[in-house]
T-cell receptor, first 113, second 115 residues
Framework: EDKVVQSPLSLVVHEGDTVTLNCSYE??????LLWYKQEKKAPTFLFML????IEKKSGRLSSILDKKELSSILNITATQTGDSAIYLC?????????????FGQGTTLQVKP | GAGVSQSPSNKVTEKGKDVELRCDPI?????LYWYRQSLGQGLEFLIY????????KSGLPSDRFSAERTGGSVSTLTIQRTQQEDSAVYLC?????????????FGEGSWLTVV
């Protein structure tokens, strides 16, 4: 059964810390991996990764995919209280044309002042 | 529209009643998804529409759940004879199909409470 596993499930840090969130996957027909940030109800898109070893950056956030290890990491440097959220990793299932997303459980990040 | 629009944003209904949740995807997006997120749980896939193809209904939890998409745009998720375990946030998402993957954009969700 295809699955996506995130770790840790929750994390508490202080402002200024750097955090690394992990996502590993077992998906028969991998197409791409996406990271989302969920603060209230709707997840907001962060990154889409399709190629191994190419880092994507957006401000203090960066992410990279390792297809050999079937994993991805999301890094947040100089964390701020506004980074507090659930971070979701999802893999696009390419086994059909549906592009269905398989989500991990999420990592709940709390950044304390 | 500029983003995925869902309505209502909040709905409280009595057990046994039917509810309809509406989703208006981003203009030009051919793919539309419904997901459900219960309190403290991950996102659960419900149903997927792509153009005129038959929808992928593999995630619908029971025959009380159904969805349609008229004219390839707006979608309605219907839950009949609601139960308390149906209480959740129902998220709609849309995307345009790409060759290497999809960037899927979510609406704000409809928070359903069954009392």
């Amino acid at each position: 059964e295809d699955k996506v596993v995130q770790s840790p499930l929750s994390l508490v840090v202080h402002e200024g810390d750097t955090v690394t969130l992990n996502c590993s996957y077992e998906v028969t027909n991998f197409r791409s991996l996406l990271w989302y940030k969920q603060e209230k109800k709707a997840p907001t898109f962060l990154f889409m990764l399709t190629s191994s070893g190419i880092e994507k950056k957006s401000g203090r956030l960066s992410s990279i995919l390792d297809k050999k290890e079937l994993s991805s990491i999301l890094n947040i440097t100089a964390t701020q209280t506004g980074d507090s959220a659930i971070y979701l990793c999802a893999v696009v299932d390419g086994s059909s044309n549906t592009g269905k997303l398989i989500f991990g459980q999420g990592t709940t990040l709390q950044v304390k002042p | 529209g500029a983003g995925v629009s869902q309505s209502p944003s909040n709905k409280v209904t009595e057990k046994g009643k039917d509810v309809e949740l509406r989703c208006d995807p981003i203009s030009g997006h051919t793919a539309l998804y419904w997901y459900r997120q219960s309190l403290g749980q991950g996102l659960e896939f419900l149903i997927y529409f792509q153009g005129n193809s038959a929808p992928d209904k593999s995630g619908l939890p029971s025959d009380r759940f159904s969805a349609e998409r008229t004219g390839g745009s707006v979608s309605t998720l219907t839950i009949q004879r609601t139960q308390q375990e149906d209480s959740a946030v129902y998220l709609c998402a849309s995307s345009s199909m790409g060759s290497s993957g999809n960037t899927i954009y979510f609406g704000e969700g409809s928070w359903l409470t069954v009392v």
